[in-house]
Structure formats: C-alpha cells, structure tokens
C-alpha cells in the first residue's frame, strides 16, 4: 500500500511541474487538462487497483472451485468404477458361484460404500444429497443381489434371470446413472471455472492498452504490474488445469487425463492399425507399510513409485496414479500380448526392489491386470473395468499378473455338458438317498444312519458322489443339492420316528454350505414344517472345510448348534488341525480318518 500512495503522490508532483506559468483561458485550459490528466491517472490508478485486488481474488475463487469440483468428480469416478467392478463380480457370481468370487464381491461393496463415504465427505450438501440417493439405490441393490444369489445357489437359473432383470440390473443402471451424471457436474464445474480464468485474462488484456491510452505516462509505472498480474494468472490458469487433472501427492496424471489419454491413444491406434496396453498396478503390501511406519512413510513410498516405473518405460508412455495404491501404465502401440507381459514382468521385478524412505527399507509387491485394445474392448469404460477385473484376479489368486479371460473361470464342453445334465438332474429330482446304518459295538444296536446321496442318471444309471458333488461344489449347485438332502433325510428321519424307531440321521455339509450364512434359518424352517426334533439331525463337516473360513464356519456351525443340532467332524486327522482349534466349537462328535483304523486287527 506504501508503494501505491508514493505513486499517486509522484504523479500529483509531476502534473504540477507541467503547469503553465501565463494566466487565461488557454493557461485555464491546460490547468483543467492537467488536472484531468491527473484525474484520469488517478482513474486508471484505480481501475489498475480494482483488477490488481479482484484478480487474484476471483482467480482464487475459480481455482478453489475448480479444484473441489475436480476432486469430488474424481470421487464421483471411483464410484463409477467401484460400481463396475461389484457388478461384474455379481454377475459372474450370478453365473458361477464360488466362495471365491463370494469374498471378492464383499470386498467390492465394502470398497463402494468407502468411495460414497469420501464423495460425502469432500462434497457440500448437494453432493451429500447425492450420496444419500445412492446409499439407497445400493441398499436395495444389495437386497436383490442377496436374493439372487440366493437363487444362483439354488441353481435356480430362471429365478436369477428374473430377480437381475426386474430388481438388479435396474437398481444398478439407477445407480451408474445419478453418480455418472455427478461426476460429469463436477467436471463440467471445474471446466467452467477454468473458463471463467480464460475469460478474465481476456478482459485483463483488453483492459491494459485503455489504462495506457488514458494515462501513458503511468503506464510505464504500472507495466511491471500488469505484467507481474499477467504471469500470475497466466501460472494460477496453468496450476489449476494441472491440478484438476494430476494427482496431488505424486503429480503424475489422474484417472481423468488418464481417461483422455486412452481415448486418444485408442483413436491413434485405430487410424494407425497398433495395439493400445493398459496396465494396473495395485502394491499388495502398501497397507503394511501404512499400518507399521505411518502414513508419512506410505506417503513418500507413493512418490517413489512414479518414478521407479518411468525408468522402466518408454518416454511415449504415461504412468498415472489412480487413487490409493494403484497405479496405470498406458501402452500406445504396444505390439501384442506378449510385449504387454514383457512390460507388466519387469515392472513388477523392479517394485520388488526395496524402496528407502528415511533410511528404512520398505518392500512392496505388485499385482498387475493386463488388456488390450481389440482384443478386451475398444472404449475406455470397458478397459478400465476389465483391467480391474484382471488386476483383481491376479491378486486375489496370487499370479501376479493376469491377462484380462472372460473364460478364465470356465469348463471344457465335456463339463459343461455334465454341469448341464446336473442342474437339470437338481430339477426333476433325478437323486435319491441311501442310509448306511451307524451300529454301537457295545450293544450292536444302530444307533443312526448316515445320509449318502446318489444319482440316479436316466443313460449311465446310478453315479456316486465322487462324480457330480466336486462339480455341484465349485458352481453354487451345492445349494440346491444340499437343500434336496436335507429334506429328504428329514422326511425319512420322521418316518422313523413315527414308527417308534427314532434314529438321528446325519448330512454331510461342504465348505460353501458353511459359507452360507442364510443355512441355520434354511434347516430351522425344514425341522419345523416336518415337525422333526432337532436332536434327531447331526450335521457333518470335515476339518478342512471349517479351516477355510474359521471365523465364518464358526457363527455358522454355532447357530446350527443352538437349533438343538448336534456337530460332527468327519474325516479328522486327515488334515494339519489339532483338537485345540476346535474347542470353541460346538462339536459334539469327531469321526477318525479312516487311515488311522484302516488296518486295525
């Protein structure tokens, strides 16, 4: 402020100066022109400091609003790709079932309901508003979903195929809709705000030669001004469009300028007849490094990484920091699927490579999706949601990397053909049980029977169960299989019973049954509709089985066990537990493995 009041003072000294000495009209007339000469340097004195002041203001302004909206678009994109990735992992659960996929669909909803969260959380009320729709949509997804697989279980294709068209693929499209439709208002924001700084330099240039016609001698005072005002908005207009579309911790480009640049890499690569790669990089022990040294420590280790890859890559491509620790490698012209596995491969040798941050070395590994233009899809939604899928899979089985497969989960013709012939078998009730009767050495009496079920096949005649239930268990036909079991053991146990000759009669459970969370209330309503004590069931399940899932076969086998339902472990000794793991359990029986009496005198 000292530096403009010295400069309208040098001027009032300077008009004075000019001042003619002689009296009358024409010394009048030079007196008014001097005095507006100085009225009007005071005027372009003025307007200069109107700019100077609202300028940067509204530039700030701008660029703050340019960088919200930025961000909140970017969260809003994350909850598009969130959205994606558990659709598919849905429908391919939908399609075949697998605990597996089960787990992977769990973790993409809970990685929907974090991306909400945090577009809630950066967002104003309007986009809280917005998340508010959504977490409604998706409740409702999510019931639908439930039911779905429920049906899926069931192998009940008919009921899948109704429940996706009527209740889930429009509660998704409902859902992709409102948070595309945010994320495109917010981009079209932050656009706008780099508009209106265009649109201010424009004016500030037409506003610097009227501040020179008006008052030139103050020009040459206020040129270093303008200038110096020029070059900041010339570099606050160049900072917010590298912000809004650069990563703020590593600089290296975000999902949108990603987004941009596989759109144009796509269309060179058309005109040009080349192959585009995408490459996504998720760092599979990053949390460890959270948990352990700190985010401080996370975040250098992030820094780091842009750098290790561009070493490792051609200068024509692009790393790009998608969020979190994930990271993209855009390909142009990469060749084929080979060169893509070359590039993916020594990426991930070098991310093995210890990373120092403070003198700690910190080690990280990498999983990595892989797909190509072409051959996975021709637009950037449908590659960037495969390569999620892809990158999924590689981690979520340990390969490290892995080439985008819609059949990577599928079965030869002779299978499917078997799978088929299964599902059918479920529904015309092609199967029938066989007792084998469990006899006390004490007394010689049978004391229970345990339920075997067979297949009775219409062309190869009667098939055991070593033949279809691996199959029933790796497709979610294990469901309804299960279910046909346990209905008619209990409809021949309250036979039994209602003859006076009461015998428990025990099912064997399989590691997806336990899996389902739904089964206590399943069999409770199968107990109470053929009014069968629930002492005369056991439910039988191997050691293996409970060890998959620990935790969850436990709640499971719990609630069974408060139904009245006595626990067996079948098989025991076969595997690596010991009795020790299973004394929180409601175990009431444990049946040896036959290799430890199969010789016996």
């Given at each position: 402020?000292s530096?403009?009041?010295a ?11 000019t001042?003619?000495s ?10 008014r022109r ?8 005071v ?20 660029a ?7 961000m ?42 974090a991306?909400?969260?945090k ?56 859902i ?6 945010e994320?495109?208002v917010?981009?079209?924001r932050?656009?706008?705000?780099i508009?209106?700084?265009q649109?201010l ?6 506003l610097?030669p ?7 001698v ?5 040129v ?11 570099s ?10 650069h ?11 990603l987004a ?6 796509l ?5 040009a ?9 998720d ?11 700190g985010?401080?420590?996370g ?25 979190g ?7 142009p012209?990469?060749?084929d699927?080979?060169?893509a596995v ?10 093995e ?9 910190l ?10 233009s072409g051959?996975h899809?021709?637009?950037t939604g449908?590659?960037?949601q495969?390569?999620?899928i892809?990158?999924?899979v590689?981690?979520?089985?340990n ?15 002779g ?6 012939e299964?599902r059918?078998?479920?529904?015309k ?5 066989h ?5 006390s ?9 345990e339920?075997?079920v067979r297949?009775?096949?219409?062309t190869?005649g ?10 029933a ?18 409809i021949?146990?309250k036979?039994?019973?209602?003859a006076g ?24 309503a199968l ?11 056991k439910?039988?399940?191997t ?9 969850g ?14 626990i067996?472990?079948d ?11 299973f004394?929180s359990?409601?175990?009431?029986e444990f049946?040896?493995?036959?290799s ?6």
């Amino acid at each position: 402020m000292s530096r403009l009041l010295a400069s309208v003072d040098g001027v009032g000294d300077v008009a004075h100066t000019t001042r003619p000495s002689k009296k009358g009209s024409s010394g009048w007339l030079h007196a008014r022109r001097s005095q507006w000469a100085v009225e009007g340097a005071v005027l372009v004195l003025l307007v200069v400091s109107v700019v100077v002041v609202w300028s940067p203001q509204t530039t700030a302004e701008a660029a703050g609003t340019a960088a919200e909206s930025s961000m909140i678009s970017h969260d809003f994109a994350r909850v598009v790709s969130a959205v994606a990735v558990e659709n598919s992992l849905q429908r391919k659960y939908s399609l075949e079932p697998s605990p597996d996929v089960r787990v992977q669909y769990s973790a993409a909803t809970v990685d929907v309901e974090a991306a909400l969260s945090k577009a809630r959380a950066d967002g104003g009320q309007e986009e809280a508003a917005v998340v508010e729709q959504v977490l409604d949509l998706h409740q409702a997804y999510l019931a639908s979903v439930g039911r779905m697989f429920a049906a899926a279980d069931r192998g009940d294709t008919a009921q899948v195929r109704r429940i996706d068209a009527a209740e889930v693929y429009p509660s998704f499209d409902a859902i992709q809709q409102l948070v595309a439709g945010e994320a495109a208002v917010e981009e079209a924001r932050a656009l706008a705000s780099i508009d209106d700084l265009q649109r201010l330099e424009g004016l500030h240039r037409k506003l610097a030669p009227g501040v020179f016609l008006l008052g030139f001698v103050l020009v040459a005072l206020f040129v270093g001004v303008v200038r110096r005002e020029q070059r900041l908005l010339d570099s606050e207009r160049g900072r917010v469009l590298f912000e809004s579309l650069h990563d703020a911790l590593t600089g290296l480009p975000n999902r949108a300028l990603l987004a941009r640049l596989l759109d144009r890499a796509l269309e060179d690569g058309l005109q040009a007849g080349s192959t585009t790669g995408l490459l996504l990089i998720d760092l599979d022990r990053f949390r460890e490094v959270n948990d352990t040294f700190g985010h401080r420590y996370g975040d250098e280790l992030l820094a780091q990484i842009g750098p290790c890859l561009r070493a490792h890559v051609r200068d024509g491509d692009t790393i790009a920091r998608l969020g979190g620790d994930e990271f993209a490698v855009l390909l142009p012209d990469v060749g084929d699927r080979a060169a893509a596995v070359d590039v993916a491969e020594v990426l991930r040798h070098a991310l093995e490579v210890p990373f120092e941050v403070e003198g700690v070395g910190l080690d990280v590994e990498a999983s990595i999706g892989i797909v190509l233009s072409g051959e996975h899809g021709d637009d950037t939604g449908t590659l960037l949601q495969r390569v999620d899928i892809a990158m999924y899979v590689a981690k979520g089985q340990n390969l490290g990397i892995f080439v985008y497969d819609p059949d990577a989960d599928g079965y030869s013709p002779g299978k499917l053909a078997l799978l088929g012939e299964l599902r059918r078998a479920i529904e015309k009730d092609e199967f029938l049980l066989h007792f084998q009767p469990q006899v006390s050495i004490g007394t010689g009496e049978v004391t229970g029977a345990e339920a075997l079920v067979r297949w009775q096949h219409p062309t190869r005649g009667l098939v055991f169960p070593d033949d279809f239930v691996p199959l029933a268990e790796r497709t979610g036909l294990i469901g309804p299989l299960t279910g046909f079991v346990l209905n008619a053991a209990v409809i021949q146990a309250k036979v039994w019973s209602d003859a006076g000759r009461p015998l428990q009669v025990a099912v064997n459970l399989s590691v997806r049954n336990l899996a389902d969370e739904d089964l206590p209330r399943q069999v409770a309503a199968l107990l109470e509709a053929h009014q069968l004590p629930a002492s005369l069931l056991k439910l039988e399940v191997t050691e293996s089985a409970i060890m998959f899932d620990p935790a969850g076969a436990a709640r499971v086998l719990r609630r069974l066990a408060d139904l009245g339902i006595d626990i067996s472990i079948d098989d025991f000794g076969a595997g690596y537990t010991s009795l020790g793991q299973f004394k929180s359990l409601p175990v009431t029986e444990f049946k040896i493995d036959k290799s430890f009496v199969m010789n016996m005198n």
